[in-house]
């Protein structure tokens, strides 16, 4: 047998980032379908795509980190799945493929009367004219192409149709666009209605359709005539209509209170004679509902997946009870770690994130965390009062219980630090305090500098970041040598908002704007901008294994090298990075985002035996794995080449792993060869596994 022999390539970070909370994830879904109640898809941000089999929701690998927006199937082995800058993926049962679709605008609906004729609606800017343009695309069953459907609104958003030759789309500016199966038409819907912006567009027959829109409108065809419905008043928006019978329709929309700025979300109900709006509801923003029935009812949006049985709203995403934003994380193992955030602290055991009992029951936020031991656990925050404003908030844990400690500070505490239990920094507003073990005090730093983080190599030599606010002059890191705070030159004029080092001499701080500055022991330096996102928190085990996270879902990683962006699995703000080791790290945020940074392959061994070596991995979990190549060299540093021919495929799932077996054949016996095992994710991002030393030998059977 003939095997092509490949180099071996440049390899990536050896992990994933893996969901713990929310479960199955966090992120914002856009778009549900399903064939039946037990084969149901949900769409949504960073490429999320997933799957309910009647049982459980399991996420899918889609192979995209662009936002899904839509999803529509002819069965459930042929599911097409749209989103931004003309994405198109479909499913034929097994794996999600990435489709041509020759366009880069935005794609928001898709609907299709059979496997070989699917619609999709959408909209983007032309940088040319510098205009927004709708744009239309028809499937065949080989290829996508733009359909003219004349003059209309410069954005379509919904599409939904009764057979080939009965199509309706929705979109702006009052456009209802109706396809006969020969060319595309515009609808009249009188000159009231002419500047609705129009979501979402379903029907149960072609003489029964709602389309939904902004200021709470409700639009119903006949097969004659469009006209309004009562939908019990006014409402900002309209997301999205979906029904399982013409008495049985559901809308979902958002209102804002401009008295209290703040967004209320609601689902209606319509029973083939009035709107009514639904109670005990979830609270959240919903994009779109679908169900197998008028008792098997989903909804997703911005709070997970919601199901109905027509008497109750349950939620079917899982997460740590209460636990909505975490701002700190710290730990002294992979089995010993420590989030906080709002008046939430929660601590993981290797295997589950569970709630601790926190002493302080008032409005504050919990900041920063940070221990000298797992029975001498710190963390700050602030808590605020209605007549004496912010104060500071320090609380303590023993090993046993968390209480309150006296720390004489009005000042907003951000962050926590310290060289051992009684040497310990807390950081804030125009404050810097010190524990000596005993009790806090305030130190003098000459300055009026929030400051955001502390860090030091030891007790005296410890730094502290932040923003002047007051002076915009600048200043952003201010030292201290064991005697006294004094100002440094930072090289940037940005807040920085979190700060580590590994040594004296190597020491990063990021902030605003993507700012990420170097301490090389001697002065601070600016590293050249790689993203305009502002970060929030940087961690690292060593010199050579930095990251840094924030805005959008943000991760950045250092090789000691240069620093790169990390592919992240989600939109939501990460607020805070910690690990045990380069391939156990921790990101915390947005939502209650729990994720953990971890190596999917948990074995790599090889066995001798006569000319042979049989070569056996096993992984804990393959979400967006693709395959392995297995790489054999003479020496440990020599020069690796491939041995099998073709990829070896994945055949584990998302969150369950699998084991495999190479026999690499015609080796010579007594010596020694080297092996290394690659896996490829279905990004084209490749980690290295190995090496593995091992001797072929005859095996002699002896008799006695």
């Not at 949504?44 to 089999?53: M, P």
């Not at 027509?310 to 934003?325: A, D, G, L, Q």
């Not at 606010?469 to 979190?498: C, E, F, K």
């Not at 790290?585 to 971890?598: N, Q, S």
Request: glycine content about 12%.
């Amino acid at each position: 047998m003939f095997i092509a022999f490949f180099l071996i390539p440049t390899v990536s970070l050896s992990g994933e980032w893996i969901w713990q909370n929310p479960l199955p994830q966090g992120n914002i879904l856009n778009g549900i379908w399903g064939i039946s109640g037990s084969d149901v898809f949900a769409v949504g941000e960073a490429g999320t795509i997933n799957h309910y089999d009647g049982n459980s929701w399991a996420l899918m690998t889609s192979g995209t980190t662009n936002s899904l927006k839509s999803i529509w199937g002819s069965s459930g082995k042929d599911v097409f799945a749209v989103g931004d800058v003309g994405s198109i993926l479909r499913y034929d049962g097994n794996f999600w493929s990435p489709m041509t679709s020759g366009i880069t605008y935005d794609l928001k609906s898709v609907w299709g009367s059979s496997e070989t004729d699917v619609f999709t609606v959408g909209y983007g800017h032309d940088p040319n004219s510098g205009d927004d343009h709708a744009i239309l695309l028809h499937y065949d069953g080989s290829n996508w192409s733009s359909m003219d459907f004349g003059p209309a609104s410069k954005q379509l958003n919904g599409v939904w149709g009764t057979s080939p030759t009965d199509v309706y789309v929705v979109g702006n500016w009052g456009t209802i666009l109706h396809y006969d199966g020969n060319a595309w038409s515009p609808m009249e819907l009188g000159v009231e209605y002419e500047y609705l912006d129009l979501s979402s567009i379903w029907g149960s027959s072609a003489t029964d359709i709602f389309a939904v829109g902004d200021t709470g409108a409700i639009l119903h065809y006949d097969g004659i005539t469009w006209s309004l419905m009562d939908s019990l008043g006014t409402y900002t928006w309209l997301n999205c209509v979906w029904g399982s019978s013409g008495t049985d329709v559901y809308t979902s929309g958002s209102s804002f209170n401009k008295g209290t700025g703040q967004s209320s979300y609601f689902i209606l109900h319509y029973d083939g004679n009035t709107w009514s709006s639904l109670t005990d509801v979830p609270e959240g923003y919903i994009s779109s509902i679908w169900g197998s029935s008028g008792a098997d009812i989903f909804a997703v949006g911005a709070k997970g997946i919601l199901h109905y049985d027509r008497i109750t709203w349950s939620n079917m995403t899982t997460r740590i009870s209460n636990v909505y934003t975490l701002f700190g994380l710290w730990g002294l193992s992979e089995t010993d770690v420590f989030a906080v955030g709002g008046d939430d602290i929660i601590h993981y055991n290797g295997n589950i994130w569970s709630n601790m009992t926190n002493p302080i029951s008032s409005e504050y936020t919990l900041n920063s965390i940070w221990g000298s031991s797992t029975t001498d656990v710190f963390v700050v925050g602030h808590d605020y009062d209605y007549y004496q404003g912010n104060r500071g908030v320090i609380i303590h844990y023993d090993g046993i219980t968390w209480s309150p400690m006296l720390n004489g500070t009005i000042d907003p505490l951000w962050g926590v630090w310290g060289s051992s239990s009684t040497d310990v920094f807390a950081v804030g507003d125009s404050t810097i305090l010190h524990y000596d073990g005993t009790a806090w005090s305030p130190m003098d730093t000459g300055t009026s500098i929030s400051f955001y983080s502390i860090w030091g190599s030891s007790g005296t030599d410890v730094f502290a970041v932040g923003y002047d606010w007051h002076h915009q002059n600048g200043l952003t890191v201010l030292h201290y040598n064991g005697d006294t705070w004094s100002p440094m030159p930072s090289g940037t004029i940005y807040n920085l908002n979190s700060i580590w080092g590994c040594s004296a001499r190597d020491i990063f701080a990021v902030g605003y704007v993507g700012t990420i500055v170097h301490y090389d022991g001697t002065a601070w330096s600016p590293v050249e901008r790689i993203t305009t996102k502002e970060l929030l928190s940087v961690w690292g085990s060593s010199g050579a294994d930095f990251f840094a996270v924030g805005e959008g879902g943000t991760v950045l990683h250092y090789d000691g090298q240069a620093w790169t962006p990390i592919r992240s699995p989600t939109t939501n703000d990460f607020y805070a990075v910690w690990g045990s080791s380069a391939s156990d790290v921790f990101a915390v945020g947005e939502e209650g985002t729990i994720l953990h940074y971890e190596d999917p392959v948990s074995s790599f061994s090889a066995s001798p035996s006569d000319k042979k070596v049989c070569l056996e991995w096993t992984t804990k979990f393959e979400y967006n794995n693709k395959g392995f190549n297995i790489y054999r060299a003479n020496s440990k540093n020599g020069e690796y080449k491939m041995i099998n021919s073709l990829l070896i495929p994945a055949k584990g799932l998302s969150t369950i792993g699998a084991s495999y077996q190479f026999i690499d054949e015609n080796l010579k016996n007594r010596r020694r060869y080297y092996y290394k095992l690659e896996q490829m994710n279905v990004f084209g991002e490749s980690t290295l596994h190995g090496p593995v030393r091992v001797t072929p030998k005859k095996i002699v059977s002896r008799e006695w």
